[in-house]
């Protein structure tokens, strides 16, 4: 049977494909996170489920990965499901032989339920989904686009620390440019009211004008500053971002703004509150000090990580209309 064909969620996500916050309302959101609370319990609890009992995935990752990859492969199995993991297709597979994304696609969906893949170009989830008749498609990245499933966790995230996801404060620092997970979680806080995101990055690496624009129009109240002196000593949220060597075609420029932008515990001392959280998506390569790593407001290798998985477990389960 093919799959339906919508561009928004409407809490409907059984054999749905997942590529933009864009599909998401508030109503997808809690849904969605009403089960993860579900299989938070399951997962602390070590209690076996088997809704995945049968089924197959497809991880498909043209890109290096190791959390996204691995928390997808531990929520499916911890439900009981199987995977098909193929890393680096580039090298590893047909695609090698020069097996067209279309045909790759048509392939796995085959032998599988659902295929979840990542990739380095933009746009190539949503080509994927239009190759895919009869199984859903999860976008784990596509290039600087987007990167939903990061976001939404990062959505449960700031959640489960505040109760709400409106009239926040945040400090989102780094590569904005090229950060897709910036790119999702502003379009899942442009959902709810009075929103204040703080944008601080190397010049060279603010989001674009047009990207700007946009998202004012979508209710964010957005500032761009300069310095960390222009901190607001305010700010609910501080989610920090590495600076993508890989996104830099001149290895020069990156050089110049790697270590641009760098907590530590004396810029928490004299900008962040008590009752404020610290995020990244993960990896980190310098910008975050290690010493940071015990303070009790540092969650990005603590509940944040944990989420992902319990998120994409719920994610998988709605999605393979398992559970709903």
Not at 11 to 32: A, E
Request: glycine content about 6%; overall charge positive.
């Amino acid at each position: 049977m093919p799959k339906p064909k919508s561009s928004t969620l409407q809490q409907h996500f059984v054999r749905q494909d997942i590529l933009s916050l864009d599909q998401f309302d508030i109503d997808s959101l809690f849904k969605l996170f009403s089960i993860t609370q579900q299989m938070r319990y399951f997962a602390q609890h070590s209690q076996p489920l088997d809704l995945l009992k049968g089924t197959i995935t497809t991880l498909l990752f043209y890109e290096p990965s190791s959390r996204t990859f691995g928390s997808f492969t531990a929520a499916i199995k911890r439900l009981g499901g199987d995977t098909i993991d193929i890393q680096n297709p580039g090298q590893n597979s047909s695609v090698a032989k020069g097996e067209t994304l279309k045909d790759t696609i048509r392939v796995f969906e085959a032998y599988s339920d659902l295929i979840v893949m990542r990739h380095p170009v933009t746009g190539a989830a949503k080509a994927a989904a239009k190759a895919a008749f009869f199984v859903p498609i999860i976008n784990a990245g596509d290039g600087i686009g987007e990167h939903p499933t990061q976001a939404l966790l990062d959505l449960y995230t700031i959640y489960e620390k505040f109760g709400r996801l409106d009239h926040l404060t945040c400090l989102f620092s780094g590569d904005l440019l090229n950060g897709r997970t910036i790119h999702s979680l502003l379009r899942g806080l442009s959902l709810f009211p009075g929103n204040t995101i703080y944008l601080l990055s190397p010049t060279s690496l603010k989001l674009k004008h047009e990207q700007l624009e946009n998202f004012k129009k979508k209710g964010l109240k957005l500032i761009e500053i300069s310095s960390e002196k222009a901190i607001p000593k305010t700010a609910d949220v501080w989610y920090w971002t590495r600076i993508q060597k890989e996104r830099f075609s001149d290895l020069t420029e990156y050089e110049k703004v790697k270590n641009a932008l760098t907590i530590t515990p004396q810029l928490l001392k004299h900008y962040a509150k008590k009752d404020m959280i610290i995020m990244h998506p993960l990896p980190r390569v310098g910008e975050i000090a290690i010493s940071v790593d015990t303070d009790p407001r540092a969650v990005y290798l603590r509940s944040q990580v944990r989420n992902g998985m319990y998120l994409r477990m719920a994610l998988v389960s709605l999605v393979l209309g398992k559970i709903g």
